[in-house]
């Protein structure tokens, strides 16, 4: 079946400081990748994403390529601020309006 | 952008009785629709999927009869706890999507129940 591992946390950072959260996954044919991140108390905001193998999603300071040959899509991030601190979730799709298959969260904290 | 809006955001109910868990898309026509439950610090587990006009389709040790979704048009599903114990408190998510890959989320819903 389908899975997606990303790494645990929390991550700890300071201001300014470059971040990536790694994500792997598991599923035949392509899927579409995401990045989806959670602030306290909410719900989730699709970040990026990346629908075929080498693109690449950026948004806010975030990027993440797909990458197929190492079944990778990791996120990353130049300089963080104390306002990313939030919980970032990998995903990904198989089809068109099908459910998501989500890895297990990794909870960074930025300090100033 | 597609909005999903959830209604209440919050409710506390006292054990035996149910509760109901509005999911809207705000702006565009969800023709799929997702339930999904969060634990603190846990990832989301997905419930069940709903597609306008037919029966829910429930993820493996889901309780459909206890929890009941209702998908009665292209912008409003339910999702009815019935007879909540405190072990059902949680984080309730719901999504839509529109035949994209994408899925819009609401904002969640916390129940916790006395």
């Known amino acids: 079946g389908n899975s997606v591992t990303q790494m645990e946390g929390p991550v700890t950072l300071s201001e300014e400081a470059f971040l990536t959260i790694n994500c792997t996954y598991t599923?035949?044919?392509?899927?579409?990748l995401f990045w989806y991140v959670q602030y306290p108390g909410e719900g989730l905001q699709l970040l990026l994403k990346a629908t075929k193998a080498d693109d690449k999603g950026s948004n806010k300071g975030f990027e993440a390529t797909y990458r197929k040959e190492t079944t990778s899509f990791h996120l990353e991030k130049g300089s963080v601020q104390v306002s990313d601190s939030a919980v970032y979730f990998c995903a990904l799709g198989k089809a068109a309006g099908n459910k998501l298959t989500f890895g297990g969260g990794t909870r960074v904290l930025v300090k100033p | 952008g597609a909005v999903v809006s959830q209604h209440p955001s919050r409710v506390i109910c006292k054990s035996g009785t149910s509760v109901k868990i509005e999911c809207r898309s705000l702006?565009?026509?969800?023709?799929?629709m997702f339930w999904y439950r969060q634990f603190p610090k846990q990832s989301l587990m997905l419930m069940a999927t709903s597609n306008e006009g037919s029966k829910a389709t429930y993820e493996q040790g889901v309780e459909k009869d206890k929890f009941l979704i209702n998908h009665a048009s292209l912008t409003l599903s339910t999702l009815t706890v019935t007879s909540a114990h405190p072990e059902d408190s949680s984080f309730y998510i719901c999504s839509a999507t529109d035949r994209t890959y994408e899925q819009y989320f609401g904002p969640g819903t916390r129940l916790t129940v006395t």
């Open positions: 599923a035949t044919g392509y899927p579409s």
């Open positions: 702006d565009f026509q969800a023709t799929t």
